[in-house]
Nanobody, 121 residues
């Protein structure tokens, strides 16, 4: 499975961005997809996860109420809508795929390359 993340950029605090994670090479099965970020000089941090049927979502406390994860299985793409961005959201954002708990625990089966989000205050 290959995961391609895109949509990062430089924005001002309070702005919005939407990240995309396009998957390819999958032969089937159900799985969860999520986002994990790493800020400069900090440990990787779970951000959000969505299950295959989009029936369940989980967010970290730091982004709850501001970020929304969604998916379009017909397009093999997962999105992360980020609103009311803060400077603390500055990080490299990685999309990840695997079991629900593995993503939350920072140990997914598959990683995408990161996309950089920079929020200026």
């Amino acid at each position: 499975v290959q995961l391609q993340a895109s949509g990062g950029g430089l924005v001002q605090a309070g702005a919005s961005l939407r990240l995309s994670c396009a998957a390819s090479g999958r032969s089937g099965g159900s799985y969860s997809t999520g986002w994990i970020r790493q800020a400069p000089g900090k440990e990787r941090e779970f951000v959000a996860v969505i299950d295959w049927r989009a029936e369940n979502r989980l967010y970290s406390n730091s982004v709850k109420g501001r970020f929304t994860i969604s998916r379009d299985n017909a397009e093999n793409t997962v999105y992360l809508q980020m609103d009311r961005l803060k400077s603390d959201d500055t990080a490299v954002y990685y999309c990840a795929e695997g079991g629900w708990r593995s993503i939350i625990g920072g140990r997914p089966d598959y990683w995408g390359q990161g996309t950089l989000v920079t929020v200026s205050s």
